[in-house]
Every structure is written in structure tokens, then in C-alpha cells.
């Protein structure tokens, strides 16, 4: 399994919010540290405020902060939004399964079996035990 990038942009902008709690963080801010285009962080800032993660300020003095406190957004929440909308194999994409197999394979079985465990475990992880006690990564995402 592989997490898309937008997935990962989402986390790294979460975290960076969370780890300036205190201020108005800029979307070239977030890119510059996250090694992302702003364009692409356009896009996964516009999702994440929609699904309230973030609180977006419009104008000069504007940018983006958390839409709610760190220990209220589950990291298995996050990342349904993301993924949801990719199937995990061909066999989980419905009426555009070409699969000959499907009818008669249990693999399709496991591995839902193993997608709801993966994100059993992400739903009980929070922004917060990411960003607690954790120096080195407040280090590398505070602005000065």
C-alpha cells in the first residue's frame, strides 16, 4: 500500500499547522517546508478546509490555520477522505471491475478485512500524539 501524495500533503499541512498553533501560517510557508508546488497544496488546503480541518483567512494578512484542536482530528479520518475516492484493487472499483476472478476470489475479502484494521489503528491517532513531545519534528516545522 502506498499513500497518495495528496494524503501525505494533507498530514504534513496539519502537522505544520499544529506545530504553530499561535499564528496564521502561509501556504508558502507549508511548501516550502513540505517540499510541495503550492499549486498541488492548493488543492489539498481547499479539501481540508471544506472537511473543517482547517480555517482558511482570505486577504493580505491572510493563510490558514487548524479548524479544530489537534486532538480532535483522527489521522484514519484524514485519510478516508483522501483515499476513499481510490479503489485499493480493481476489485473494489465496482461496475469498472474487469476482474474474471472476482466472483470467486477471497482476496477481495482479505483485504478489506485488512483495510478496516489499518484504519482501526489510524482512527485511534490524532494530530496531537503526532505532535506531542515530539522535538525534533516541532523543530523542523516552527516558523521562526
Known amino acids: 500500500m502506498r499513500l497518495t501524495t495528496r494524503t501525505n ?17 502561509r501556504k508558502r510557508e507549508v511548501a516550502d517546508v513540505c517540499n510541495a508546488s503550492e499549486n498541488h497544496l492548493a488543492q489539498v488546503i481547499h479539501l481540508l478546509a471544506q472537511k473543517g480541518y482547517l480555517r482558511t483567512v482570505r486577504g493580505r494578512a491572510g493563510g490558514l490555520m487548524l479548524g479544530k484542536s489537534p486532538d480532535r482530528i483522527s489521522v484514519g479520518a484524514v485519510f ?35 483495510l478496516d484494521a489499518f484504519y482501526a489503528e489510524l482512527d ?16 523542523l516545522l516552527k516558523v521562526a
Open 80 to 114: 478516508r477522505q483522501f483515499e476513499a475516492t481510490l479503489p485499493f484493487a480493481e476489485c473494489f472499483a465496482g461496475e469498472e471491475c474487469n476482474c474474471p476472478l472476482v466472483g470467486a476470489c477471497r482476496l477481495k475479502r482479505a483485504l478489506a478485512q485488512a
Open 9 to 25: 500533503l494533507a498530514m504534513r499541512t496539519l502537522m505544520f499547522c499544529a506545530a504553530n498553533p499561535d499564528r496564521i501560517v
Open 124 to 139: 485511534g491517532v490524532t494530530v496531537a500524539d503526532l505532535m506531542r513531545n515530539n522535538t525534533d519534528l516541532t523543530s
